[in-house]
């Protein structure tokens, strides 16, 4: 974690120590001082402002000027939460976050912005009464022998034998649905073993570079990420639909573009949140606390993920099938796996 010394400290260092010293840029804890800090602790650090200046024409210096003109020395403390969450806000990311003692802002209009394409009440109705659960995976197997499986979230671990059950019993199925609809995300190593049971062999599914210094440019050179083969037997070998909407999120935009690597899937729904690369946490002079991503996440054609997945199939959920307790994208999805199985 940064930790942003007072001048003072400084002083007193360069004192004993004299002037071979290199001194770092500081910042005191006052309005000006907490609203530079978190600017340029973001400007150093947060892996997305070239892609984001190309994607929508992000300028992080002209975001400085507008925004240093809003603070003032006499602002409180929620005005002052306000304006910095606003400034954050411009980098269009729900994986950048200022966190009080009893705030925390986020970005929420990669969502918000879009169709919801999910339904609690009318997945109930596909689930049914009878249907399991293990590890927080909810599973059934629908009246055309296809299997369905929702995954509402990556933040508990699943466990080897509570997979291998889950697949044990949908084994006599001509196909799987797997839905992570709503799935905000959560863990990357749970995202990676869920989708490690869908492949025999080893697959490339991206790359993953790392800021190496303060420049928007500096990165390190693009690492392969693989894709390996779980250690269990009970892995799926038939065809395989991933549903997917504007919530699917983080953790989740990592299994996606990972279960889109492989040839005996495709994704169905709308377009997922986005939210790539890993996370970095700092702190402002007055103890708030920033965290951002900080190493960009690419598909295999070095593709950002940052804005989310396209889908093979995009369907939205139609009103007239709403009304009627009907989910247009797990149709869809059966009717494209009953020609495929």
């Known amino acids: 974690m940064f930790k942003f010394i007072k001048s003072s400290s400084i002083l007193a260092v360069l004192t004993l120590l004299g002037s071979s010293c290199i001194m770092e840029e500081t910042f005191d804890n006052t309005p000006e001082g907490n609203f530079e800090a978190l600017w340029k602790t973001i400007d150093e650090h947060y892996c997305f402002l070239e892609y984001k200046q190309a994607e929508y024409g992000l300028d992080w210096n002209n975001i400085h000027a507008t925004y240093k003109n809003r603070i003032t020395p006499s602002i409180t403390s929620k005005g002052l939460f306000d304006i910095l969450s606003d400034m954050t806000n411009e980098l269009r990311d729900g994986h950048v976050n200022l966190i009080s003692k009893d705030r925390v802002s986020q970005y929420r209009q990669w969502y918000d912005n879009y169709p919801r394409n999910f339904s609690d009440s009318i997945q109930s109705i596909y689930l049914g009464k009878d249907y399991h659960i293990a590890a927080g995976l909810k599973y059934t197997i629908l009246d055309d022998n296809i299997g369905y499986i929702y995954c509402g979230s990556f933040d508990t671990s699943f466990g080897n034998g509570n997979l291998d059950e889950i697949l044990q019993t949908l084994s006599a199925c001509n196909a799987l649905i797997i839905d992570v609809r709503n799935n905000g995300g959560g863990s990357l190593h749970t995202a990676e073993k869920l989708a490690s049971r869908f ?81 970095f946490s700092s702190e402002i002079p007055n103890g708030w606390s920033v965290r951002f991503s900080a190493s960009p996440m690419f598909d295999p054609h070095m593709n950002q993920l940052e804005f989310g997945i396209e889908p093979d199939l995009k369907v939205d959920i139609a009103s007239t099938d709403y009304n009627k307790g009907i989910d247009t994208i797990i149709e869809k999805a059966r009717e494209i796996l009953r020609t495929k199985s």
């Open 199 to 279: 492949t025999n062999k080893k697959v490339l599914v991206g790359y993953m570079a790392y800021k190496t210094g303060p420049r928007h440019k500096d990165f390190s050179k693009p690492q392969p990420v693989y894709l390996e083969p779980a250690t269990s037997n009970v892995r799926w070998q038939k065809p395989v639909a991933v549903l997917t909407n504007r919530r699917s999120y983080s953790a989740t935009n990592d299994f996606v573009n990972r279960m889109k690597q492989l040839p005996n899937v495709i994704l169905i729904g709308d377009k997922t949140g986005g939210g790539s690369g890993l996370p």
